[in-house]
C-alpha cells in the first residue's frame, strides 16, 4: 500500500534531487567527450610513430588510465541518480494506478 505521505516524499525527492542528477549527467558526458582529448593530446606526444602506436602508447598511459577511473565514478553518480529517480517515478505511477483502482470500487482515499 502507498500512502499520501510515501507518494509526497517522491515528488519532494525528484524536485530535490533535479540538480545534482543534472550535474551527475553533466559530468559524465564532459568525462565520456573529455576521454577524446586525453587520447589526442597523449597521441600528439609521440608523432614520429605509426597512428596505431600513437593510439597502443595513449591508452596504456597512466593519463588515460586515471581518466577512466574518473570516468567510471562519474557514471556511477549518473546512473544511481538516474535509478534513484526512476524508483520515485515508478512510485507515483503505482499510486496512481492504486488510486484508479479504489476510484474504480467506489472507494477514496
Known amino acids: ?6 507518494v509526497q516524499a517522491a515528488v519532494d525527492y525528484l524536485s530535490e534531487n533535479s540538480g545534482p542528477a543534472a550535474k551527475a549527467r553533466a559530468d559524465r558526458i564532459y568525462m565520456e567527450e573529455y576521454r577524446k582529448v586525453v587520447k589526442a593530446t597523449m597521441m600528439r ?6 597512428i596505431g602506436s600513437q593510439e597502443a602508447i595513449a591508452y596504456a598511459s597512466e593519463r588515460y588510465l586515471s581518466h577512466l577511473q574518473a570516468m567510471r565514478h562519474a557514471i556511477e553518480a549518473d ?7 526512476v524508483a520515485a517515478e515508478a512510485k507515483i505511477e503505482a499510486w496512481r ?7 474504480a470500487q467506489g472507494r477514496t482515499g
Open 79 to 85: 546512473e544511481q541518480h538516474r535509478w534513484m529517480m
Open 1 to 6: 500500500m502507498i500512502t499520501d505521505d510515501d
Open 45 to 50: 606526444e609521440n608523432p614520429n610513430l605509426s
Open 97 to 103: 494506478t492504486q488510486q484508479a483502482n479504489y476510484r
